[in-house]
């Protein structure tokens, strides 16, 4: 049973690792939005006591305010000061409101919240109805100066007291209640928080040696693949301007080391988009990839070709002269004209030529290849201008360009029941339609 298992992981390990990846990543998860809420908390926390705290205050000094008032007017019978007592004790009532509703609103929703409820409806400070009880006797006092009637002297006598007595005491010892309630509530917190910390560090090694570690040798493979690809044209299966421009500094260094020579021909195919407007873009990705089948036979071995562009290709030409590389090109050249392109779904067969543009890299002054493509791209411009299905070299000493005037014997074999023995298809020499139009 063991076996079993053990070949379960080495047959399908992406698994198993993706298991322990998804239970660590659910750990972090869970240990992330835990830390969130307990931050999300003490803020609530901070929140409620801010406010609790500054209300109380301006409470604590409203009540102040307003016994220095009445003991003020007690002494000076000043007919201003009444209205001054009034707006004060409005002004009381709605801090006292204010925190009322911030009790009832937050209770059992924070620590601080459950606090200021209990110290505001709950014996021995009920500061709800002290704070209640004192603003109704100043608005007594307020009425009874404004009806003209002489304050009652133990009404006085209460107003006053307030300031160092029991209401004023309690609102003192609320606000270190608070203080210290929030303390409290927040380390707790913080607690929460670290140890949510610890198991996300603890998880993060867990993971990093039990899972990334394996999985790193696997995105290296994907990572060399993806740079495999990313050289590759998905097309006809050859590289593509990237690849060439890499494997070329490569031969420029090797080449200069070891003295030899380095060519390049440039090859665009001629009246391609007749192809595709005409016969479709099936029968144009058909032709391409047959081209470079073509051109593949008719190079060596240590020789490379690329797609650059959407028709146009470049042959890459080591340990090779300027006289040895128009051989190459000339053959390619001819293979290509001689070669009938059957079109697979329609059987129509199409004559396919192309126009060839190559230089000599010259290894001590091209510092780059892409100086070398210029040229060789000047010499295949010539080719087009000078009527395609031609072979121009542009010579790297002065850049002059000059047609090729070298002849190569190609010899085909032909089967005998004329079918062509790549494409499958029968064909007719007379019957074969040219790109150019006529």
Do not use: W
Not at 23 to 29: D, G, M, V
């Amino acid at each position: 049973m063991s076996n079993v298992k053990n070949t379960d992981y080495v047959t399908d390990p992406v698994k198993s690792l993706t298991r322990g990846y998804i239970l660590a990543l659910s750990i972090i998860a869970i240990m992330s939005v835990t830390i969130h809420l307990v931050m999300d908390r003490i803020l609530l926390e901070q929140d409620v006591v801010a406010t609790i705290v500054s209300k109380s205050s301006a409470e604590s000094n409203q009540v102040h305010r307003i016994v220095n008032l009445v003991t003020e007017h007690h002494y000076t019978n000043n007919s201003n000061i009444p209205l001054e007592i009034e707006e004060e004790n409005a002004a009381l009532a709605t801090i006292h409101k204010s925190l009322v509703e911030k009790a009832q609103e937050k209770k059992g929703r924070s620590a601080s919240g459950d606090v200021i409820s209990r110290i505001y409806f709950e014996q021995p400070y009920k500061l709800d109805t002290k704070v209640s009880f004192f603003i109704m006797k100043v608005e007594d006092y307020v009425d009874a100066i404004k009806a003209g009637e002489k304050a009652d002297p133990d009404l006085y006598n209460y107003i006053s007291r307030q300031s160092r007595g029991a209401l004023t005491q309690a609102l003192s010892s609320s606000l270190i209640i608070y203080e210290n309630a929030f303390l409290t509530k927040v380390e707790r917190l913080r607690m929460v928080q670290l140890a949510a910390i610890l198991i996300i560090g603890v998880t993060l090694m867990l993971e990093a040696f039990a899972i990334f570690m394996p999985l790193v040798g696997r995105v290296s493979k994907y990572a060399e693949r993806l740079h495999e690809i990313s050289m590759t044209d998905m097309l006809t299966g050859i590289g593509n301007r990237r690849y060439f421009v890499r494997r070329a500094r490569q031969e420029i260094k090797r080449a200069a080391r070891l003295e030899k020579g380095l060519c390049i021909c440039m090859v665009d195919i001629d009246f391609f988009k007749i192809v595709n407007d005409t016969h479709g873009h099936a029968a144009g990705d058909y032709v391409l990839r047959e081209f470079v089948d073509i051109i593949k036979s008719a190079i060596r071995l240590e020789d490379d070709v690329a797609r650059i562009g959407g028709e146009e290709f470049i042959i890459l030409l080591p340990a090779s002269d300027l006289e040895s590389s128009l051989i190459v090109a000339e053959r390619v050249r001819q293979r290509l004209e001689e070669r009938p392109f059957v079109l697979p779904e329609t059987g129509e067969t199409l004559k396919v030529t192309a126009s060839f543009g190559l230089t000599q890299v010259d290894t001590e002054q091209d510092e780059d290849i892409e100086i070398a493509m210029s040229r060789a791209d000047e010499a295949l411009y010539a080719s087009k201008e000078n009527g395609r299905n031609r072979v121009n070299y542009a010579r790297f000493s002065d850049g002059e360009i000059v047609e090729a005037e070298i002849t190569v014997q190609v010899t085909h074999k032909k089967p005998s029941d004329q079918t062509d023995e790549k494409a499958g298809r029968y064909y007719d020499n007379n019957k074969v339609t040219p790109i150019k139009p006529v």
